[in-house]
């Protein structure tokens, strides 16, 4: 079975650059989390999504986007890319519907380096 | 904001030593706990959870997780490491109600270097 899938796995962009990053779930699973995790420190929410709709964002700031996809995928943006925005981004995708009680399951992350 | 500390950074084991990394959590509601493993060069993928029940959780590769609610604690144990235990682990906890709902809050992780 195939588990999250994320594209691309690396991306070198320079200061005030956009970026788009790209999560594909698990199959079955309908929600879909973002997460950013800067060396040295935990994976940090950014955002929720289940049936397209966002459930939950974290403290970022609103150049930080995101969509889900009528297949359940999802993409996160970016704009105005600042240098503290280089990090690992994480997707966790789950079966949703299940409220706290569900296992996010994620996938490989995006290392996104800011020049 | 719910919180979460994993008071150790970084713990250094020979194997076949026994090992405890701690996690507390700062929630006074009902709470869903996690512990997740990143190996080096994978992505994370979860060891252990607790829902409800039995605060004694056993999870993969002989890893075991006690719940213990009056001290807002869900430390990791394994009785005898090995070399191949040589990860990240990160304690996240799921709590609090509609938005909020759903979303993992992590500790800062804990560097666990076995030596053969």
């Known amino acids: 079975d195939a588990g999250v899938t994320q594209s691309p796995t690396h991306l070198i962009k320079t200061r005030g650059q956009h970026v788009t990053l790209r999560c594909s779930p698990i199959s079955g699973h309908k929600s879909v989390s973002w997460y950013q995790q800067v060396l040295g420190q935990g994976p940090q929410f950014i955002f929720q999504?289940?049936?397209?709709?966002?459930?939950g964002r974290g403290n970022f700031p609103d150049r930080f986007s995101a969509r889900q996809f009528p297949n359940y995928s999802s993409e996160l943006n970016v704009n105005a890319l600042l240098l503290g925005d280089s990090a690992l981004y994480l997707c966790a995708s789950s079966f949703g519907g299940q409220g706290g009680q569900e296992t996010q399951y994620f996938g490989p992350g995006t290392r996104l380096l800011v020049l | 904001a719910q919180s979460v500390s994993q008071h150790n950074h970084h713990v250094i084991l020979s194997e076949a030593a026994s090992l405890e990394l701690g996690c507390n959590y700062s929630y006074g509601g009902t709470v869903n706990l996690f512990w997740y493993v990143q190996y080096p060069g994978q992505h994370l993928q979860l060891l252990l959870k607790y829902f409800s029940g039995d605060p004694l959780v056993k999870g993969i590769k002989g890893f075991e997780a006690e719940f213990i609610k009056s001290k807002f604690s869900f430390n990791l144990r394994k009785p005898s490491v090995q070399w191949s235990d040589t990860a990240e682990y990160f304690c996240?906890?799921?709590?609090?109600?509609?938005?909020?709902?759903?979303?993992?809050?992590f500790g800062r992780g804990t560097q666990l270097t076995v030596w053969p």
């Open positions: 999504y289940y049936e397209k709709e966002e459930r």
């Open positions: 996240a906890v799921n709590a609090g109600r509609g938005s909020t709902l759903g979303r993992l809050y």
